[in-house]
């Protein structure tokens, strides 16, 4: 895959996962000069898991963004649909395989975000971060986190968005293009995965857009806001309570 055009297919984004699964973790703080903690904290913050409460973490690879939840004394489940990552998430925690079982109090479920492995009305609080715009159908993808959330659930996306000065949209830009794919290179692999990467944060929808394919999808008071100048987005949503 050398081209991130919003048709995704989704073994090929899948392999490409599992060939960075290793180092995944180390070159995206790098690459984000270390904001991607922050991200995840204020991740967290959002989603406001409390003890008892059950939250997916959707496109969770290796479980990293999934430990902020189990520390505020929820139950969390960490979904993906490569397996390299989920393998890589199971190792560090000091397990083996990807057997569905606990490991330091995060669950690892194989999962496709169009075809979720749980039953409806099954979680206090579904979250996804920067993997959404990995998936094949958007739409399609909201509407199944929307069938396994409880009525009155709540949706937290983290996502890359787009900066809302220009002039700062334009720095970014040469940033995201021609410097990114270069140190992650360094630092990672030699495909063409941050190729990828570069080019899918460029052709994601910017922040009102995502908001209105949220609702679209059925979740209401859906709302949003900016991380980093708009480099990421916070985004979030409620299923109906009826």
Request: glycine share 10%; net charge positive; hydrophobic share 45%.
């Amino acid at each position: 895959m050398t081209r991130a055009s919003l048709e995704k297919q989704p073994h090929e984004v899948a392999a490409m996962f599992d060939r960075t699964a290793r180092r995944y973790d180390l070159v995206n703080d790098i690459i984000s000069l270390g904001q991607d903690r922050m991200w995840r904290k204020a991740t967290a913050a959002a989603v406001d898991a409390g003890p008892g409460e059950l939250v997916l973490d959707l496109g969770a690879g290796t479980g990293t963004s999934t430990d902020a939840f189990t520390g505020l004394g929820a139950r969390a489940i960490a979904s993906d649909f490569s397996l390299g990552m989920l393998r890589t998430g199971v190792r560090r925690r000091g397990g083996s395989g990807i057997h569905g079982g606990g490991v330091r109090g995060v669950t690892f479920v194989a999962g496709d975000a169009l075809r979720l492995p749980f039953h409806d009305d099954s979680f206090d609080a579904v979250t996804i971060s920067f993997a959404l715009r990995n998936v094949h159908d958007t739409k399609a993808a909201l509407r199944e986190m929307l069938r396994v959330a409880r009525p009155g659930a709540r949706l937290v996306i983290c996502e890359f968005s787009h900066p809302t000065n220009r002039s700062f949209d334009l720095v970014y830009s040469q940033y995201l293009m021609k410097l990114l794919p270069k140190v992650a290179r360094a630092f990672g692999s030699n495909d063409d995965s941050y190729d990828y990467l570069a080019e899918s944060i460029r052709d994601w929808h910017d922040q009102p857009a995502l908001a209105a394919l949220i609702q679209e999808a059925g979740w209401e008071k859906v709302a949003w806001r900016n991380l980093s100048l708009g480099i990421v987005a916070l985004h979030r949503a409620f299923k109906p309570a009826a």
